[in-house]
């Protein structure tokens, strides 16, 4: 079946503008997760949804910062009065995080945001 | 989790082996030794996991030390397209929660 897509793959923006970035995961995972990878930089989690229960958003940088998952399926993370520092690809995965197994993430191609 | 080691470059002829290493000399009991590789431009890729028994699979091999401070990730015969950055993983549970990716090995597959 389909893989996790991401849109859009590349986002140009000016500072201090909103942007929005989405995930669709593959059909029944029902966990996701969102990371960042700024450039030269390993990957920095963000936030995790595991089906309806609150999601960590431990690894959120700030409260520009935020994301929902709508209908258990679908994700957005959403960036407020983008900053320069924001620049890096962000990438969603998905898991189908059955309980007492093993429990691969699968990731997307990922969205390269570029903060003018 | 426990902390991960791992040479930051390594360079392999095409159709040899890899050997790539990671130390995670703090390493508890229950703590599974993930592997993942990032091909450039890419997410990052699943390749296998372990927790004191060696394992293969299609991909790759695993081998962990009998004291499980370190592990070897073995591709058989490198390919060009083998090429990546190779990220050791050591964590505690099954899989439910997010990853922590350090700095990993970039393998440069040579012709």
């Known amino acids: 079946g389909a893989g996790v897509s991401q849109s859009p793959s590349n986002k140009v923006t000016e500072k201090g503008k909103d942007v929005e970035l989405r995930c669709d995961p593959i059909?029944?995972?029902?966990?996701l997760y969102w990371y960042r990878q700024s450039l030269g930089q390993g990957l920095e989690f963000l936030i995790y949804?595991?089906?309806?229960?609150?999601?960590?958003k431990s690894g959120l940088p700030s409260d520009r910062f935020s994301a929902e998952r709508t209908g258990g399926s679908v994700s957005t993370l959403t960036i407020q009065r983008t900053q320069q520092e924001d620049s890096a690809v962000y990438l969603c995965?998905?898991?189908?995080?059955?309980?007492?197994?093993?429990?691969?993430?699968?990731f997307g191609p990922g969205t390269r945001l570029t903060v003018l | 989790d426990a902390k991960t080691t791992q040479p930051t470059s390594m360079d392999c002829a095409e159709g040899r082996a890899a050997n790539l290493p990671c130390n995670h000399s703090?390493?508890?009991?229950?703590?599974?030794v993930y592997w993942y590789r990032q091909i450039h431009s890419q997410g990052p890729q699943y390749i296998i996991h372990?927790?004191?028994n060696n394992e293969t699979n299609e991909m790759a091999s695993l081998i962990i030390t009998e004291d499980r401070k370190s592990s070897t990730l073995i591709l058989p015969h490198a390919t060009l397209r083998d090429t990546a950055v190779y990220y050791c993983?050591?964590?505690?549970?099954?899989?439910?929660?997010?990853?922590?990716f350090g700095s990993g090995t970039r393998l440069q597959v040579q012709p």
């Open positions: 949804f595991q089906g309806n229960s609150a999601p960590d």
């Open positions: 059909s029944g995972h029902t966990a």
């Open positions: 703090t390493i508890s009991g229950n703590e599974y």
């Open positions: 995965a998905s898991s189908s995080n059955r309980a007492g197994a093993h429990n691969e993430q699968f």
């Open positions: 372990g927790l004191k």
């Open positions: 993983i050591v964590r505690f549970d099954t899989g439910r929660r997010a990853l922590t």
